[in-house]
């Protein structure tokens, strides 16, 4: 999988088309960069721009972007909703696949060094970027770095303790500053309000963290907000950055908010996400509400549907998932070739004269059949009037038979591409000593990797065998015959898993470890069997 840093610059411009256009197409030129998002406000009178790529890559889309910022955008005439102190007013790096914070890091410094340099602005640190510890307590955030607005420059910028990280300490008219360092995934939501301004900004002030001053911090850990007019929708939103939303979830946020407004006896009209957000945070509200409301909802896209719905995301435009969650944009679950294969074409696949997809592909497949097989009797008596006493227990055991199947479709691709990352290191040179070695440690992290794939097949399937159990007892009755299918599946995925593994663990030359991973599978073999020969027997004997 590609290595993967999220830029998000925001620039000081949101009214004039060709400028925000400009700006896009100087991202959208740099090799390695793919742009995700152009969110420009009227009002804020801003454009939030996202990107990807990979850390070289985002780092040179950044200074493109600010190199066609600088022939277009004058502070000298700037004026929006929005604080703001620069043209380029931040340009956070958020670690988003296979890259680390400390890598980030090294992209802001990176960047705002060429770009003092190049630019001669100048340019401070915020966030992770901050190291100095004099500078931590009054830089860590980026409303602490911005305080004054681009109106305060001239008279803090001169002082010692404002003097930029990179770049000149002089007011620069045209440009401001620049804030840039490395950060988590921020979320920007805003709840819209038929209110007036200043009512939003006082539920602002209830929520954010910084409160209403040092004596009277507010509701939420890890949010910044303000209240402001919306004025091309006619309406006051609570404007609020998310810096970490596994601390303060987006839905706790609103309903704050809704709390709020409601002794206010103002009216909430849903909310707007700025930019993109990850799934992880729409599942963590699609969870809340399904709590609260005792829903019983398995697919992805329909708890994404409840948290738009119970949100009200759709309130000033679309919400489309596919271009707004930022899993979907980058596609890191993508499927694999088999998975997405037909299944006349994956068969022929198998039967081809050749070692994959073989025997450890067809063992994933047989207990993800298995697991599947358990989700679909479970939807057959959940919901029914006739089982309607089973519905509580419904709800609680098909979950995991649905969750596992999902999970162990990509182990049918997995265990072919294991397989054939051992082939590649068979084929490594071998004619020095050095060529020799290198391809046994090759060869041995092939076969580990060949090992782990059903043996992660392995014990996720035995984790189904009590929930299989308790299914077979009370379950559709009509559906006998599809229990007993699916028992065997599953005890057949394992055992397939484990020829799999006792085939490759031969040639491991750890002897530790392969005495400890042969009794693990072994046990596991006898675990599988015993639970399916017992839930062949409970199925034999129930009559209704």
Known sequence: ????????????????????????????????????????????????????????AVVEGALNAARAAVQLIDMTRHSGEHPRFGALDVCPFIPLQDVTMEECVECAKEFGERL?????????????????????????????????????????????????????????????????????????????????????????LDIREQGRGKDQPGSFKNVQAIGWWLEEAELAQVSANITDFDVTPIHEVFEACVEDAKEMNLPVTGSQIVGLVPLAAILQAADYYMRKENLFILDESQKIRLVVDRLGLHSLAEFNPKERIIEYMVETEKEGPLVSMQLKNFIYNVGYRSAAPGGGSVAALNATMGAALGSMVGQLTYGKRVFESLDATMRRLIPPFYKTMKDLMGFIDADAEAFNDYMTALKLPKSTPDEQERRTVAMQRGLKSAIDVPMTVIRRSNELWPALKEMSQVANINCKSDLQVGARCLESGVLGAFWNVEINVKDISDEEYKTKLLTEAEEAVRVANENCSAILEILRNRKE
């Open 1 to 56: 999988m590609p290595r993967l840093v999220e830029c998000v610059p925001n620039f000081s411009e949101g009214r004039h088309k060709e400028v925000v256009e400009a700006i896009a197409a100087a991202i959208q030129s740099t090799d390695g960069c793919s742009l995700l998002d152009v969110d420009p406000g009227a009002s804020t009178n801003r454009t939030v721009y996202t990107f990807v790529g990979s850390p070289d």
């Open 116 to 204: 003092s340099m190049e630019l001669g602005v100048p340019v401070y640190l915020y966030g992770e970027a901050v190291t100095d510890e004099e500078h931590l307590k009054y830089r860590k955030s980026l409303p602490q770095v911005r305080s004054g607005e681009y109106e305060g420059i001239l008279d803090k910028i001169g002082k010692p303790e404002w003097s930029p990280n990179y770049g000149p300490a002089e007011f620069v008219p045209h440009w401001g500053a620049t804030a840039t360092g490395a950060r988590k995934f921020l979320v920007a939501y805003n709840v819209n309000l038929l209110s007036t301004k200043e009512q939003a900004h006082r539920i602002a």
